[in-house]
């Protein structure tokens, strides 16, 4: 059982090129998540989905945009990079039964920085 | 508006020393869910603890153990004859439940980096 896998681990980007990180889920969780880590910012909310075909915004979407075709997978692409958007991103899913919230399941994360 | 404060930024400790990591919370849902989070310096998130906001109950896991109380929107988080292998970086955080829509959002804490020398 593999939880939540995170691709790539590190990455490099130049200013202005964009990229997919990709993040796949073995549970069967309806819920996805992506989040970024900043020093001393704690973790961000970038946008999140509730189901295949349903997406929707965090607190931090600038620059950022999703898709949900599936339940395994929930990419997320960078459209033009910025330095600012240097940070280390994770990947969570969870599921809910009858409004209960369970924990989120993280990926590894990936350590991505724009030069 | 949702919020979750924890205060302190760094802790260091000597090793066998007990510890308690603060979290208070902001939410206007009555129901909702805490949760802990430790960062080790491999940078993965592990899951350490849920707790939803009707049971108060504290509870013990080991040299672990966590208060909840909800009359001061608190949450924290104590290490019992801490260890090297505590050292981390610990995250607070607060989802609430709702029916259909952003019920798995977490909101975190800034965390607080713990240091136990030997």
């Known amino acids: 059982n593999a939880g939540v896998t995170q691709t790539p681990k590190f990455q490099v980007l130049k200013t202005g090129q964009s990229m997919t990180l990709q993040c796949a889920q073995d549970?069967?969780?309806?819920?996805m998540s992506w989040y970024r880590q900043d020093p001393g910012m704690g973790l961000r909310l970038i946008h999140y989905s509730v189901g295949a075909g349903i997406t929707d915004q965090g607190e931090v979407p600038n620059g950022y945009n999703v898709s949900r075709s599936t339940t395994e997978d929930f990419p997320l692409r960078l459209l033009s990079a910025a330095p600012s958007q240097t940070s280390v991103y994770f990947c969570a899913s969870s599921y809910s039964y009858g409004g209960r919230n369970t924990e989120a399941f993280f990926g590894q994360g990936t350590r991505l920085t724009v030069v | 508006a949702q919020k979750v404060t924890q205060a302190q930024t760094e802790i260091s400790v000597v090793e066998k020393e007990d510890v308690t990591l603060d979290c208070v919370y902001e939410t206007r849902d009555t129901t909702y869910y805490l949760f802990w989070y430790k960062q080790p310096p491999s940078g993965e998130l592990v899951f350490l603890i849920r707790?939803?906001?009707?049971?108060?109950q504290n509870e013990i896991s080991g040299r672990y153990s966590w208060n909840f109380q909800k009359s001061t929107s608190s949450f924290n988080f104590t290490i019992t004859a801490s260890q090297v292998v505590d050292s981390a970086v610990y995250f607070c955080?607060?989802?609430?439940?709702?029916?259909?829509?952003?019920?798995?959002?977490?909101?975190f804490g800034k965390g607080t980096k713990l240091s136990v020398k030997p």
């Open positions: 707790r939803n906001s009707f049971d108060e």
């Open positions: 955080a607060l989802s609430e439940a709702r029916y259909g829509g952003s019920q798995g959002n977490l909101i």
């Open positions: 549970m069967n969780h309806e819920y």
